[in-house]
């Protein structure tokens, strides 16, 4: 009986510990796109904790920097891939920027696309859709 306890306690202990490791990683990588490493894992990191509080207190202590710069940073280092070419860039779908050969039928292609249309698109696509390459 004891054993099945002492299991059953750890195994909810472990998954616990776990979810805090993994969340606290999610933390760091977020914080240090918006500090310095500039890669597709920090940056779908980024856009998972981008509220959370933690992450403010991570960029403070990272950077020295007070409550509302660190909050500033942390919008703009979101913002720095918000447009097309940037965010294919970070995805690593494309080295420089988007673009298409010209379709005989005149079709419309991705490129085609206003700002206004690729950020109501960007609402729903996240860094971290973009599967990497193999």
Same mark, same amino acid.
């Given at each position: ?34 500090? #310095?490493?500039?890669? $597709? %894992? ?12 933690? !992450? =403010? ?33 970070? #995805?690593?779908?494309? $080295? %420089? ?12 292609? !991705? =490129? ?23």
């Amino acid at each position: 009986m004891y054993t099945l306890w002492y299991k059953h306690r750890c195994g909810d202990t472990f998954t616990i510990a776990d979810a805090v490791r993994r969340n606290n990683s999610l933390v760091t990588r977020a914080a240090n796109f918006a500090t #310095a490493t500039r890669n $597709k %894992h920090c940056g779908a990191a980024l856009e998972l904790v981008h509220f959370n509080p933690v !992450l =403010v207190e991570k960029v403070q202590e990272l950077k020295s920097l007070d409550e509302v710069e660190a909050a500033a940073l942390i919008e703009s280092s979101l913002r720095s891939f918000s447009e097309m070419d940037d965010f294919m860039r970070l #995805a690593g779908v494309v $080295k %420089h920027g988007v673009s298409c050969h010209k379709r005989d039928d005149g079709q419309k292609q !991705l =490129v085609d696309l206003g700002r206004d249309c690729w950020l109501y698109l960007r609402r729903f696509l996240k860094v971290s859709d973009i599967l990497d390459p193999m």
